[in-house]
């Protein structure tokens, strides 16, 4: 190894363990609710109630400003490898098993997550969030049809490679397929099950059909 990796692997450990000595505080008065993977940056992380909660995080994760609420129920979060999110809100209550699971490479900013009553929000491998987005796998007020409540909280399947554009919403029981796009502003409700697609608008509806996406951002007209 040449002497500029070697400068840069001293380097790369020292910011390594700078960050993991700021994080320190919170791993210790936490410990009991998390588990950590290796390589890991906590920073201005918050748990607002800490009831029956757990969280799994893998390997080279990121979480800056991230918040975590639980409330009754048994709550399970697992977070994958290399998974980057900034100013994600956890909320798991009312009750039941309630389980957040984000894959590996999935890179997230200011979303709302939340799951209750014995649901799931399941989100896949190397899916990119942009911000301003709720995900709900809940209810969170009641509708009434002959005096029973007739809006119960379902799960949520988001596959692998999605795209989930600016202030999208998605709601309980959606299922959006891999490699799909929802755009800005979409309301995304239904259970479809075209993959590589694009889904828009309030309901959001399917545009167009067999594409990809990447996060680089190409000349236009260029193959890859």
């Known amino acids: 190894m040449n002497k500029t990796g070697i400068i840069y692997k001293i380097?790369?450990?020292?910011?390594?363990?700078?960050?993991?000595?700021?994080?320190?505080?919170?791993?210790?008065?936490?410990?009991?609710?998390?588990?950590?993977?290796?390589?890991?940056?906590?920073?201005?992380?918050?748990?607002?109630?800490?009831r029956n909660g757990r969280v799994i995080i893998g390997n080279n994760v990121l979480l800056l400003?991230?918040?975590?609420?639980?409330?009754?129920?048994?709550?399970?979060?697992?977070?994958?490898?290399?998974?980057s999110l900034r100013g994600v809100e956890f909320i798991e209550r009312y009750g039941g098993e309630n389980v957040i699971s984000i894959g590996r490479s999935t890179t997230m900013g200011a979303t709302q997550l939340e799951a209750s009553e014995?649901?799931?929000?399941?989100?896949?491998?190397d899916c990119m969030?942009?911000?301003?987005?709720?995900?709900?796998?809940s209810a969170h007020h009641s509708i009434l049809y002959d005096g029973k409540r007739a809006n119960p909280s379902e799960s949520i399947i988001i596959g692998d490679h999605c795209?989930?554009?600016?202030?999208?919403?998605?709601?309980?029981?959606?299922?959006?397929?891999?490699?799909?796009?929802v755009g800005v502003n979409s309301l995304y409700t239904k259970k479809n099950?075209?993959?590589?697609?694009?889904?828009?608008?309030?309901?959001?509806?399917?545009?167009r059909e067999n594409i990809s996406w990447c996060r680089d951002l190409l000349p236009i007209n260029e193959k890859i």
């Open 11 to 50: 380097v790369k450990k020292c910011l390594l363990s700078y960050n993991y000595l700021l994080s320190l505080p919170f791993r210790l008065r936490y410990r009991k609710i998390f588990v950590f993977g290796d390589n890991c940056i906590i920073r201005k992380c918050k748990i607002s109630s800490s």
């Open 65 to 83: 400003k991230c918040v975590f609420h639980f409330e009754n129920g048994v709550n399970v979060i697992k977070i994958g490898d290399n998974v």
């Open 118 to 125: 014995n649901c799931s929000l399941q989100i896949g491998d």
């Open 129 to 137: 969030f942009s911000y301003n987005i709720k995900v709900w796998a």
């Open 163 to 181: 795209w989930i554009g600016h202030s999208a919403c998605v709601l309980k029981g959606s299922i959006v397929p891999d490699g799909c796009i």
């Open 193 to 207: 099950n075209i993959p590589n697609a694009i889904y828009v608008g309030s309901p959001a509806k399917m545009i």
